[in-house]
């Protein structure tokens, strides 16, 4: 009965860093979840064979299309009520063929394109990531403009994420980078200090993505600007949502990196 009344979730990007968080959830809170996938091809690597098979294992539906087949994806959304977009930052302009195909279906409850980062609207960086942000920009304004209900998740800094780029205390490195000026906690490392100017020049200089890297460690670390802004009357804390959710701390989280570190992961641009 209650799986009856649960909202049915598609995802886009299902198999990637955050969408294999996403769809999980998706299936342990009981909603029937679809993840529409590339195909799988001779070249598929065998993790993206096994996240299938373990996909399909637990339920989840999956359909293997390209984002260009229109007819395909209008007909799936025809049998959901959500739709949750996680494709990576060069396929964020792609999103225009979800948001059409969402318009002919006319079903959808709420669309959650792929966001999952900074509050772009509110916040600026570095040209190299400014440039990528102006691509979510375009889609948020497109999403606006089709009038399909849409949440804008702005997930800051994961923070396994982050900690997992920042600091592997498991490959016990001497020395940890400070971007910018930050007090540093730990005592067993050397601190290896990046000027502001330092950073600045090398999102001019390092090649394409690095540059991008550069300028998201900027606007993260030494501008540290990242959540301060007011919350408006339509923005929702999303702690509030979930008040009984117990979170996992920083020191708990560096605690599991010392026995068990997850996979280091690395957004793509
Ligand atoms: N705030 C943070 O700390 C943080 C960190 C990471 C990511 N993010 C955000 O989260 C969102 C998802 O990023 P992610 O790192 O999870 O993505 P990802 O793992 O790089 O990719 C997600 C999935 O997109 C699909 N995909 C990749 N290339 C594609 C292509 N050429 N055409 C069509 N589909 C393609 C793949 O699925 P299939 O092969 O199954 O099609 C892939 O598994 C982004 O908006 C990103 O900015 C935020």
Redesign the pocket.
């Known amino acids: 009965m209650d799986r009856e009344a649960k909202n049915k979730i598609l995802i ?9 968080y996403m769809v999980k959830a998706s299936i342990k809170l009981g909603h029937p979840t679809f ?4 195909p799988i091809t001779p070249q ?1 690597t065998l993790n ?1 064979i096994n ?2 098979e373990e996909f399909e294992s637990v339920g989840v539906t999956i359909i293997q299309g ?2 260009k087949e229109h007819e395909k994806i209008v007909a799936i959304l025809r049998q959901v009520d959500i739709v949750i ?8 302009p ?1 999103q225009i063929h979800i948001i059409e195909a969402i318009k002919v279906a006319g079903n959808i409850k709420r669309f959650l394109p ?5 509050e772009e609207d509110r916040l600026s960086f570095l040209p190299p990531f400014e440039a ?1 942000l102006d691509e ?1 920009r375009k889609v948020r304004r497109a999403v606006e403009a089709s009038g399909i209900p849409y949440t804008y998740v702005s ?4 923070g396994a ?2 900690l997992n780029y920042l600091l592997r205390p498991h490959e016990q490195q001497e020395d940890v980078i400070i971007y910018g000026s930050g007090e540093a906690k730990g005592k067993y490392f050397k601190k290896v200090h990046v000027p502001e100017e330092e950073l600045v020049k090398l999102t001019e200089t390092l090649p394409f993505p690095d540059n991008v890297r550069a300028s998201v460690l900027h606007g993260l670390f030494v501008k540290g600007d990242l959540a301060n802004y007011e919350l408006g009357e339509n923005d929702l804390e999303a702690s509030s949502l979930y008040p009984d959710y117990k979170y996992t701390t920083i020191d708990q989280l560096l605690d599991v990196f010392l026995v068990d570190p997850p996979k280091p ?4 641009f």
């Open positions: 886009f990007g299902g198999t990637g860093y955050l969408g294999t993840v529409f996938a590339r598929s993206k996240l299938h390209e984002l977009s996680l494709l990576p930052f060069p396929q964020v792609d792929s966001e999952f980062g900074v990528c979510k997930a800051n800094c994961f994420y982050f992961a690395l957004a793509t």
